[in-house]
C-alpha cells in the first residue's frame, strides 16, 4: 500500500489528556488571574464561573451541589468512596481498568467485602442483577475497554442506595439522567479538551443527607473532607477549593465551556461524538484486518473505541510480541506526525484506541483510517521479511 497524501489536520488521538477543542490558541488564555491568591474575590469568581457553566451546559438540577476537586476525576471519586461508604453494603461494577481500581480501594482499604459485578474487556457485567437498594460504584464510559452503560434503566427510582458514577469521559457525551445518579465525578480533560490535575464532583440532595448523617469509621483525609463539624463546607460549593488551583487551567476551562456554549450546548458536541465514531465504524467495516474490541456494538463507546487486531499473522503472536508490533506501528505514525498515542491502555488487551470525543474533527477520523492501515501492512511486511 502506497503511503497516504491526506494527513490529518490534527494527530491527536490521545484518551487523556484529550485534544484541545478546534481552533484553540494560548490566546484565548491572556485572561488567566495568574499570580493571584484563589482565595481573592475576583478570583473566586472565574472558579465559580466553571462551576455554574457545569450546571447550565449539562442541566444539573438546582438542589444538586457542585465541587471541583482536587486530583482530577480521580480524586473526585476517592472523596465520594472515603466520605459516603460504609452506611449501607456496597456493590462494584468492575468491567475496566478503573473500576477495577475502584474496586481494589473499597475492598482491600476500606474493608467493606463489595458484592462484585465482573465482565472481561470489552463487555458488560449482567446490569439486571446489580441491587440499586445497595451504593453501587459504577464507571459509565470504559476509557480503557471501549464500552459504555447504554442506559439506566436498571437504576430505580426509588432505591435506598447512592449512585457513584465515574463519568470521566462520558460527560459531554452523552445526556445525563440526573435523578439516576447521586454522585457523579469526572475531570476536565476528556471530551473538554481541558487540562490534568482537576475534577469535579456533583451530589445530590441523597448524597448530601448521606455526608451529613454518616460517620466514617476512618478517618478522611483532609482533601476528600466536604464536611466539618457535621455541617456542609458551603464555599466547598461556590469555587472555594480544598487546595490550590492552576488559574491557567481554569482559564482554559472556561474557553472549552464557552466553546461548547457557543456550539449550542451537550446536545452538540454529543453529536459530534457520535458523528466522529460513526465515522471510525465505517472505516472499520470496510477493513478487514480490525474489529472493535466489544462485540456488542450497542453497547460501544462515543468517545473511546477500543480495536483489536484481527489478522491471522497478529493473532499468532505472543501477548508481548503483539505490544511490541502495536507500539512499532503507533512511532511509525507518529513519526509522521499523524498519530499520537493511539496504542490501548496497558491493562486492556493488545490493541488501539482512538479517541472520538467532541473536540475531534470527523474529517480527521476520515484522513486517519488509510493511515492506520498503511501502518499496519508496513509492520507486517517488515517483521514477515526479517522472518524469512
Known sequence: MNKPTIKPQGSCFSSGPCAKRPGWSWENLKGAMLGRSHRAGDVKKKLKEVIDLHRELLAIPADYRIAITPASDTGAVEAALWTLLGARPVEVLAWEAFGGEWLTDIADELKLNPTVHKAAYGELPDL????????????????????????????????????????????FAYKMDWNKFDVTTWS??????????HGMIVLSPRAVERLLTHKTPWPVPRIFRMVNKGKLLEGYFEGD??????????????????????????????????????????????????????????????????????????????????QELLKAMAKLLSTEKVAYDIVGHRSAPAGLRIWCGGTIETSDIEALGPWLEWAFLEIKKQNQAQAA
Open 128 to 171: 439486571s442483577k446489580v441491587n440499586t437498594d445497595n451504593d453501587v460504584v459504577f464507571t459509565w464510559n470504559g476509557t480503557t475497554s471501549g464500552v459504555r452503560i447504554p442506559n439506566t434503566d436498571w437504576i430505580k427510582d426509588d432505591r435506598k442506595g447512592l449512585t457513584i458514577c465515574d463519568a470521566t469521559s462520558a460527560i
Open 188 to 197: 476536565w480533560q476528556k471530551v473538554l479538551g481541558g487540562e490534568a490535575a
Open 241 to 322: 477549593t480544598l487546595n490550590t488551583p492552576s488559574m491557567m487551567a481554569v482559564e482554559d476551562c472556561l474557553d472549552a465551556l464557552k466553546w461548547v456554549q457557543g456550539l449550542g450546548g451537550q446536545a452538540a458536541v454529543q453529536k459530534r461524538c457520535e458523528k466522529n465514531l460513526a465515522a471510525l465504524k465505517k472505516w472499520v467495516n470496510e477493513t478487514h484486518w480490525i474489529d472493535f474490541l466489544p462485540q456488542d456494538h450497542t453497547a460501544l463507546s462515543h468517545t473511546s473505541p477500543c480495536l483489536k487486531i484481527s489478522d491471522p499473522w497478529f493473532e499468532a503472536q505472543d501477548t508481548d510480541r503483539k
